[in-house]
């Protein structure tokens, strides 16, 4: 063969291999491009942080390698194994929250920069829009906190869901409710504020529906616009109900906004249950904590044992940014690495590679580090052996309370607030 025909035949193998999602055997060769949106602007601008910090933390640990992590199918060597060592780059954009901004992203991420799969988005009104596109346009999407039920409720083949969602969560608080009247507490209605997107909507429903299932009398729903910058009449609202229990459905700057309206109008609640997203911002307890002292709220991630992977990963994390992982920065994370894994399993960039094996995932407890019973998606892609906790706010810091083979503190009532 001539020399030119050698090269011409090099160019098309590379070409080929290139086309066909496989890598080239030099690790630095390839790389798997990621594709995240998050709120890094906008009233949820320090959870879009947060989560921001976790994924890059993830990807760091995926790409560098680390020993100590050996339980987790990803982690322990450097790059990706099945892609010859390939390193994820991370491919990022800001929603603003808002899902427009949010669907034309994930338009970008997909059509433009060819990412592989896509991580996201934390709020659930983005999160649906964002799932909509990728399943348009055939690319893996998993949502890693999100928790409206209709996300994995539109028979779509493209989305996967790795957290506990809104039926989990209603589940949890009415089984919590009920062992508390057990041992003797006063509970004979709550209420339930929720802000009125997607994301309130759906889980206030189905905390109605886990109450009523459980014969717990709800006093009120009290919807409420988003970003209001007045909450006193649904504080006066909750002051003449004088429910035992209130569960709040609000993003940050609405919850600090509710704890600080709340003390002005001398109201405290029994028990006051925070539905993760504001009560786990990391705003939140710099700015609302002394005013919210024996808060509960729900959250999936302990920092757990030294030697557990969540306690090694907490340790990275507060190494790198000088805080603890929260439940929603945990989640993202968790969920960076079971997609991660998927695609080292579909040894491919190829997304019908990564769907398959996406499908195929099948996580043991041992393998997580968040407290998951493990990871197997449903045919709708939920994760049916997610989990859900209850912490409670002491101090500076929330304490596992509920159930009790998950307690590291005693549950602590009435909340004691501001008092």
Same mark, same amino acid.
Do not use: C
């Given at each position: ?16 291999? +290139? ?36 994924? #890059? ?72 829009? +964002? ?79 886990? +109450?009523?299932?459980? #014969? ?10 988003? #970003? ?14 004088? $429910? ?19 003390? #002005? ?74 997609? +991660? ?9 190829? $997304? ?61 009532? $009435? ?5």
């Amino acid at each position: 063969m001539t020399k030119a025909w050698w090269i011409v035949s090099l160019a098309l193998a590379a070409a080929l291999t +290139a086309a066909a999602g496989v890598p080239a055997h030099a690790a630095d060769a390839v790389k798997v491009k990621i594709g995240a949106i998050y709120p890094l602007t906008g009233n949820a601008a320090s959870a879009g942080q947060s989560a921001k910090d976790a994924v #890059n933390l993830a990807a760091e640990i995926v790409n560098t390698g680390h020993p100590e992590l050996k339980a987790m199918p990803v982690g322990a060597t450097a790059g990706l194994p099945n892609l010859g060592g390939a390193k994820i780059e991370l491919d990022e954009a800001d929603h603003q929250g808002n899902p427009q901004v949010g669907q034309q992203q994930t338009l970008r991420l997909i059509t433009q920069d060819h990412v592989a799969a896509l991580l996201g988005s934390y709020h659930s009104s983005v999160t649906l829009v +964002a799932t909509a596109v990728a399943e348009r346009q055939g690319v893996p999407f998993l949502v890693a906190d999100s928790v409206a039920a209709n996300i994995t409720g539109r028979g779509f083949k493209w989305t996967f869901r790795t957290t506990p969602f809104a039926p989990d969560f209603a589940k949890a608080y009415s089984d919590f409710l009920a062992d508390v009247k057990k041992s003797g507490k006063k509970i004979d209605s709550i209420a339930i504020v929720n802000e009125n997107t997607d994301y309130g909507t759906s889980v206030s429903a189905s905390v109605i529906d886990a +109450a009523k299932a459980a #014969n717990i009398k709800v006093a009120a729903q009290i919807p409420y616009n988003a #970003n209001s910058s007045d909450v006193s009449a649904q504080v006066l609202q909750l002051k003449t109900l004088q $429910p035992d229990v209130v569960i709040f459905i609000s993003y940050t700057a609405d919850t600090i906004l509710y704890f600080k309206t709340m003390k #002005n109008l001398d109201y405290l609640p029994p028990i006051i249950i925070g539905d993760d997203a504001g009560f786990s911002d990391p705003a939140f307890i710099p700015n609302a904590g002394d005013l919210a002292q024996g808060a509960i709220n729900r959250s999936a991630f302990d920092i757990g044992k030294p030697g557990t992977n969540s306690y090694i990963v907490d340790q990275m994390f507060k190494a790198k940014y000088g805080r603890d992982l929260d439940d929603t920065s945990a989640r993202w994370m968790q969920g960076f690495f079971v997609l +991660a894994d998927a695609i080292n399993r579909a040894g491919s960039t190829a $997304p019908d590679k990564i769907q398959a094996a996406l499908k195929a995932t099948e996580l043991k407890a041992d393998q997580l580090m968040i407290g998951y019973n493990g990871v197997k998606f449903d045919d709708t892609g939920q994760n049916t052996l997610a989990s859900t906790f209850l912490i409670q706010l002491k101090g500076k810091d929330y304490v596992s309370v509920w159930p009790q083979d998950r307690a590291t503190g005693t549950l602590e009532l $009435p909340m004691k607030g501001w008092h």
